[in-house]
């Protein structure tokens, strides 16, 4: 038998040992009700202006995707993004400088230059023609657009955006092309990679006119038609530079055939409907559905319509065009009908429709105002995009000019699934996401 010490000094050994399973039972019971749902994982507060480097590196790849918010997800995919942008940036400039020393007998020569690639094909398992490809990129960030290779090293534009500049001034001198990168890579980070070419092209036009009427035009002498097969036994039919304002009336009349076509008993999705009108119209066949001609939308300035100068258009849905386009449309478009808005140092000051019944005058008037859908990135022409009650008209929103902004299908209906929109006293717009991020999108066009 124990002592009655010995039986105090057991009893509190047996208490101890039950509070420890009690402790083991009520964590594993707390663990399986939580295991589903992330442990937060804290991230630096200045995560959003970091430098991109070492530092930078090292707090990414320490982090958990798993245990982080979703508002702090958002800021590390930014982060990450900028950290990837700068290393790609000197992965170019290691790639121009070993193309610098691939003949250190005879230096820097037009041989040199033949062959500099074969070292970086070899070296990184790339055929001759994409090795080609990336050191002309890396030549033309590293050495004729410096600006432009700092940005990119900074994290500030990344690759894709990068290569939309290299490609859209390629054609130009190095020191227009050098004058056009500092006129757009402050804004790049902030527009698609699609407002970001249309940008580049209307500066294109407004720097030197006279060499984009003439690219244009040999442009157009090339236009042919190609089919090929595809390895799936279908085939294509493409047309290739073709006048841009003929192809953008002939999407929006296949646009309008078949979208007459989608009844309630058609089986076929819109594209397949679009792909058989594209051919039934090749082929000579009457649709019979009372259709009009394809419309086109064009925004020109009242001096350029009367040949005063030459103020590149924009031509909704495909972008600028040069003046000789917007007073050909003018004068070409009799027969069918076309949108029209003529601005005066960028404000619409007239609006209308050449034929058939005009739009309502509201309408016209905020097409003007917004010729693309309003929601970041969105490129969607105004023609096919639905008027948006800011404050939904259920809910006393008013149906006027400054209360309605045109907004694509798709994302006419994320302010179902949470995002929020706001109308800035500029008439720019503030989109706030289900996560917490906002996003301003401003109605000048890209």
């Not at 192809?247 to 089986?267: D, F, M």
């Not at 792909?275 to 419309?295: C, E, F, I, K, P």
């Amino acid at each position: 038998m124990f002592g009655r010490e010995s039986e105090v000094e057991y009893a509190a050994y047996v208490e101890s040992e039950l509070s420890a399973v009690e402790y083991e039972l009520l964590t594993a019971q707390q663990w399986a009700e939580h295991v589903d749902q992330p442990q937060v994982e804290w991230i630096p507060s200045d995560l959003e202006k970091m430098t991109p480097g070492p530092d930078l590196a090292a707090i990414l790849s320490g982090l958990d995707p798993c245990q982080l918010s979703g508002y702090d997800l958002v800021a590390v995919l930014c982060a990450q993004q900028r950290q990837t942008s700068h290393d790609q940036a000197r992965l170019y400039a290691v790639m121009v400088e070993v193309s610098h020393r691939t003949d250190p007998e005879s230096g820097w020569s037009d041989e040199a230059v033949e062959f500099a690639s074969d070292e970086i094909r070899t070296a990184l398992t790339l055929t001759r023609r994409a090795a080609d490809s990336e050191l002309g990129l890396a030549t033309d960030l590293k050495e004729r657009l410096p600006t432009l290779w700092a940005a990119f090293d900074a994290g500030d534009i990344d690759l894709r955006r990068a290569k939309t500049i290299v490609y859209g001034i390629s054609h130009l001198p190095e020191g227009t092309a050098r004058r056009i990168v500092e006129r757009v890579v402050e804004q790049a980070a902030k527009l698609t990679t699609g407002q970001l070419a249309a940008r580049i092209r209307r500066l294109c036009v407004e720097t030197d006119p006279d060499d984009a009427k003439t690219r244009y035009q040999q442009g157009v002498e090339e236009r042919r038609v190609v089919s090929e097969a595809n390895p799936d036994g279908t085939a294509s039919l493409l047309g290739y530079q073709l006048p841009i304002y003929r192809v953008t009336a002939a999407s929006q009349r296949i646009n309008q055939l078949a979208r007459s076509l989608k009844t309630k008993a058609e089986t076929r999705s819109i594209d397949q409907i679009r792909a058989d009108v594209y051919l039934d119209l090749l082929q000579g066949r009457n649709l019979q559905t009372g259709s009009s001609g394809g419309s086109l939308d064009i925004h020109v300035e009242l001096t350029t319509l009367a040949g005063l100068d030459d103020h590149p258009a924009e031509l909704a849905g495909m972008g600028p065009v040069i003046a000789d386009i917007a007073r050909q449309v003018a004068a070409d478009q009799a027969h069918s009908r076309w949108s029209y808005t003529v601005t005066d140092n960028g404000e619409p000051v007239a609006t209308g429709t050449t034929r058939r019944r005009p739009t309502a005058s509201i309408k016209r008037q905020v097409r003007a105002r917004y010729p693309v859908c309003i929601f970041p990135g969105c490129r969607m022409p105004a023609q096919r995009c639905d008027l948006d009650h800011r404050k939904p008209w259920a809910q006393g929103g008013p149906t006027n000019t400054d209360h309605l902004a045109q907004v694509c299908r798709h994302d006419h209906i994320l302010r179902d699934h949470g995002w929020q929109l706001q109308r800035l006293e500029n008439g720019n717009h503030q989109h706030t996401s289900p996560l917490g991020h906002t996003y301003t999108t401003s109605r000048a066009p890209p």
